[in-house]
Every structure is written in structure tokens, then in C-alpha cells.
């Protein structure tokens, strides 16, 4: 299954059993760290994932929507390969891993992510 670009989807999908396993190793691995606070976005997987860590150190997660991640435009939510076929140029824009790519977004909105 070709990985779907999941941007800013509102939750977003959640983890699956393999981002389960992840999210609790993580923990783990903080629980003998020290921190006062962690700072997530407020995308359903990046909530989940703070969820198991402060179930093992008990550190208080502050969600903050500014810490979500590139929006994907018109990309968003459709498979690489879905985009890649759709959208030849926003999938060359993500592909390119350059910061000055813009990916096109459909209307309404600013006409660039």
C-alpha cells in the first residue's frame, strides 16, 4: 500500500500497531530523561503518541496547532501514487524535498503551501 500524504488532515489517521509499539518504546526510552513539558501538534497521531508518553513519565502534553506539519494542498490525503497520477507537479514539489517547492492548494485559500 503506497504511503498517504497526511499533511494537516483534521484529526488526521491515528497510529497504527506498528505507531502503537513506536510511541510506547519512545516512552520507555524518556521515562529516565528529564523534562518540564512536551509540546505537540494537535494531529490525532502526534496526540496518541504524547498520550503513551505521559502514561510511562507522567509529563503534561501541551498541544499547540502551530506545531503541525506542511500542509500537502491538493496532495493531501491522496496516496503518492494517487498523487503522482493527479497531481504530476504538487507530487514533484513534495517529492523535491526543497523548502522553496511550492505545492499548489485547491480554492479557496492562499494559492500556495
Excluded: N
Excluded at 494531529?43 to 502534553?61: E, F, M, N, S
Amino acid at each position: 500500500m503506497s504511503p498517504v500524504s497526511q499533511g494537516q488532515l483534521i484529526p488526521g489517521p491515528p497510529l497504527d500497531k506498528l505507531g502503537q509499539q513506536q510511541a510506547v518504546a519512545l516512552a520507555e526510552w524518556l521515562k529516565e530523561e528529564s523534562f518540564d513539558v512536551m509540546y505537540t501538534s494537535d494531529l490525532l497521531r502526534t496526540t496518541q503518541t504524547a498520550d503513551a508518553i505521559t502514561a510511562v513519565t507522567g509529563l503534561p502534553a501541551v498541544q499547540q496547532p502551530q506545531l503541525r506539519e506542511r500542509h500537502l494542498g491538493v496532495i493531501q490525503g491522496l496516496t503518492y501514487g494517487e498523487a503522482e497520477l493527479q497531481q504530476p507537479e504538487a507530487y514533484r514539489a513534495l517529492t523535491s524535498h526543497s523548502t522553496s517547492q511550492r505545492i499548489p492548494v485547491s480554492s479557496p485559500g492562499p494559492p500556495y503551501c
